[in-house]
């Protein structure tokens, strides 16, 4: 394990890094709520939409931030750095286990000052349930950060997955409970609510609106439900990542 910590040592260093990103993203965290979050909840006729909108950018600015560890591994191949980290003395599994939760730490770092932001504006109804659903956004970023991971390392093309990623950014938010309770979603599109109901990012932000006692639009009534959700996403992308990385990270080029 001491291993897989120095990794994920090193991923955190990383991140904090690139100043301008996350001072840019802080701003556009914050312009959201004072300009975006205010109009629309005069525009919406949705109950408490406000908050119920501040809950959702919370894990949206957590999703984009733990996307970022797939842009890091294309820099380090393009830079030669890739292959010196397979030099070392770690093994792959440890190397993909502590990229993923590097990569899911650094994000929950970045976005806890912005999460404080949103309990001043929301509040906490629960704390037991706030804790709960902390540990849930955890394993999303976690989640997330093996995603990015494993379509990186799979596609081994950083134009493609440049590509991709922005496709997947927008069919993650839009498609999900975000920006918008489910029923409106569902009027929309059948087909779109339907799409949302299996989206890890609504499981994600209808358990941190549940535990800041947002409850008014909730997308399940058993918290336990979208837990399990995000457990299984954490789960499968942290095996995929690791059996991918040890197929086809020396099979090819990077390009």
Same mark, same amino acid.
């Given at each position: 394990?001491?291993?897989? +910590? ?14 301008? =990103?996350?001072? =840019? ?9 004072? +300009?975006? !979050? ?31 560890? !797939? ?30 939760? !590097? !990569? ?56 493609? +997955? ?16 975000? =920006? ?76």
């Amino acid at each position: 394990m001491r291993k897989v +910590f120095l990794v994920v040592e090193r991923d955190v260093r990383l991140f904090f890094q690139y100043k301008a =990103m996350v001072i =840019m993203r802080a701003i556009w965290f914050v312009s959201q709520i004072a +300009f975006f !979050g205010l109009i629309a909840s005069r525009m919406v006729v949705i109950a408490d939409y406000f908050r119920y909108y501040v809950g959702g950018l919370a894990t949206m600015t957590l999703y984009s931030a733990a996307v970022f560890i !797939g842009f890091d591994i294309y820099e380090e191949a393009e830079h030669g750095v890739f292959e010196y980290l397979l030099s070392l003395p770690v093994t792959r599994r440890e190397l993909v286990l502590g990229r993923s939760i !590097g !990569g899911g730490l650094r994000a929950f770092i970045y976005v806890g000052a912005l999460i404080c932001i949103s309990l001043y504006v929301i509040g906490v109804a629960n704390p037991l349930n706030f804790i709960l659903a902390l540990f849930s956004l955890f394993l999303f970023a976690f989640g997330v950060s093996g995603m990015s991971i494993t379509l990186a390392v799979a596609i081994k093309s950083s134009d493609r +997955f440049d590509i991709l990623m922005g496709v997947l950014d927008a069919l993650m938010v839009r498609l999900s409970t975000a =920006m918008y309770p489910l029923n409106i979603v569902k009027e929309a599109n059948p087909f779109y609510g339907w799409i949302a109901n299996f989206n890890p990012l609504t499981y994600a932000s209808d358990l941190f609106r549940w535990g800041a006692g947002v409850e008014a639009v909730l997308t399940f009534e058993n918290p336990l439900l979208p837990l399990l959700g995000i457990v299984l996403f954490f789960a499968f992308f942290t095996f995929v990542g690791i059996v991918l990385y040890d197929k086809r990270i020396e099979g090819g080029g990077w390009q």
